[in-house]
């Protein structure tokens, strides 16, 4: 098991203690320095408060059991407002968000005969093999997930509505 993973093992339920969920954890070099870096997601957000109060909790638990074995900075912090979504657990977490979703092609998703590469819709379901989006008048596209290149969240849509 790598570093990464025991650090996201031991992170999850301090951070689902402190009322948060833990939507990623990255461990890397950058420069001279290692850092584990750790982003936290709340329905209501997340505080600058909140931020420190689970790095202390962190802190507290990676010093009693010294998972990584050479010196590191620690970041917690929130998502961010347009963040681009990379894993599964990621789209289960944000479902029902506003999300600007960027295909690999210009597809029709009207039968208007205007190809479109951009959507933006809310974030209904993501598997395996597809990504559906609700458009603004209520209706629902089913994409391959093979075919979509990127899903961000959005603060608003500035996309045309699709049906």
Same mark, same amino acid.
């Given at each position: 098991?790598?570093?990464? @993973? *025991? ?5 999850? #339920? ?28 709340? #329905?209501?957000?997340?505080?600058? @408060? ?12 990676? @010093? ?6 050479? #010196? ?10 347009? &963040? ?7 789209? &289960? *977490? ?15 998703? @009207? ?29 629902? *596209?089913?994409? #391959? &997930?093979?075919? $979509?290149?990127? $899903? ?12």
């Amino acid at each position: 098991m790598s570093v990464k @993973d *025991i650090l996201f093992q031991m992170a999850e #339920p301090v951070v689902q203690q402190e009322g948060f969920e833990l939507v990623e954890l990255e461990y890397a070099k950058e420069g001279p320095r290692w850092v584990v870096r750790v982003f936290l997601y709340a #329905p209501e957000g997340v505080s600058l @408060d909140d931020c420190q109060r689970v790095s202390d909790a962190l802190s507290t638990r990676f @010093d009693a059991d010294d998972p990584v074995k050479t #010196p590191y900075h620690l970041e917690v912090s929130s998502p961010g407002a347009e &963040r681009v979504l990379k894993t599964d657990r990621e789209f &289960r *977490i944000f479902a029902g968000r506003l999300v600007r979703l960027t295909l690999s092609e210009p597809v029709d998703v @009207d039968d208007s005969g205007k190809k479109v590469q951009v959507l933006h819709g809310l974030l209904e379901a993501v598997t395996e093999e597809s990504v559906a989006l609700k458009g603004e008048k209520g209706h629902t *596209i089913t994409l #391959p &997930r093979g075919g $979509v290149k990127q $899903v961000r969240l959005a603060l608003k849509s500035s996309a045309p509505a699709f049906n």
